[in-house]
C-alpha cells in the first residue's frame, strides 16, 4: 500500500507529470520552481534525500513536498466529482424546486 495518494505536480514551465513516489518527487525537486530558496523547499529537498538515505519516512518526505509545492501552486487540484448519492439527491431537489 503506498504512503499517499498520488498528485499531479506543474512545474513553472508548464510541464505536468505525477508523483507517486520518493524518486518523482525528487524528480520534481530538480525542475523549475518559482522560488528555490524558500524554507520549505529545502526542507523537502533536506527530507527526501533522508527518505531516500532511510533516515525518515516517506510520508514526512511527501508532507514537506506537499507543503512546498502547495506554497508555491505546483499542485494541479482535479475537479471534485459528486458521488452517485450527492448527484441523486440534487437531481432530486432540483425535481422537487422545479414543480
Not at 68 to 92: M, S, W, Y
Amino acid at each position: 500500500m503506498a504512503c499517499f495518494t498520488p498528485v499531479t505536480f506543474r512545474t513553472s514551465c508548464g510541464s505536468k507529470f505525477m508523483i507517486r513516489n520518493i524518486r518523482d518527487m525528487s524528480d520534481a525537486m530538480r525542475r523549475s520552481w518559482p522560488d528555490k530558496d524558500c524554507e520549505s523547499y529545502l526542507r523537502a529537498v533536506e527530507l527526501i534525500k533522508r527518505s531516500q538515505d532511510g533516515e525518515c519516512s516517506p510520508r514526512a518526505a511527501f508532507g514537506a513536498f506537499m507543503e512546498a509545492a502547495c506554497k508555491q501552486n505546483r499542485i494541479v487540484r482535479n475537479r471534485h466529482r459528486f458521488p452517485k448519492e450527492v448527484a441523486g439527491t440534487l437531481a432530486d431537489i432540483t425535481k422537487f424546486v422545479a414543480s
